[in-house]
């Protein structure tokens, strides 16, 4: 069974930065699995925000969140990150850390088999 979850969310103002976390049981991370995360705004549906692939060597980011976010995996510490910089009030939502072993796109939500619980990022204008 994998397991994530998430942790950093929080509180900040519009051009501040955050750093979310997403622990995963250890199988998640013996590159067996590529992973990503999405976010869900109150009444809208959960979007694509950013996937790393297996090994790490590969990312990929919305058009909405490229140049401001990074994702990032430490496969020896079973953790993966995303580094949110020069956060907007359009990026208030709850995020999601999932991943998944399939074989279809990293950028699609139906990819993933495993959510974590989310996490709160609320950003002040």
């Known amino acids: 069974q994998v397991q994530l979850v998430e942790s950093g969310g929080g509180l900040v103002q519009a051009g501040d930065s955050l750093r979310l976390s997403c622990a995963a049981s250890?199988?998640?991370?013996?590159?067996?699995?590529?992973m990503g995360w999405f976010r869900q705004a109150p009444g809208k549906e959960r979007e694509f925000v950013a996937g790393?692939?297996?090994?790490?060597?590969?990312?990929f980011y919305s058009d909405l969140v490229k140049g401001r976010f990074t994702i990032s995996r430490d496969n020896a510490k079973s953790t993966g990150y995303l580094q949110m910089n020069s956060l907007k009030p359009e990026d208030t939502a709850v995020y999601y850390c999932?991943?998944?072993?399939?074989?279809?796109?990293?950028?699609?939500?139906?990819?993933?088999?495993?959510w974590g619980q989310g996490t709160q990022v609320t950003v002040s204008s």
């Open positions: 999932a991943a998944g072993d399939r074989a279809g796109s990293i950028l699609v939500r139906g990819s993933y088999d495993y």
């Open positions: 250890a199988r998640t991370f013996d590159g067996s699995y590529y």
């Open positions: 790393i692939s297996r090994g790490g060597s590969s990312t």
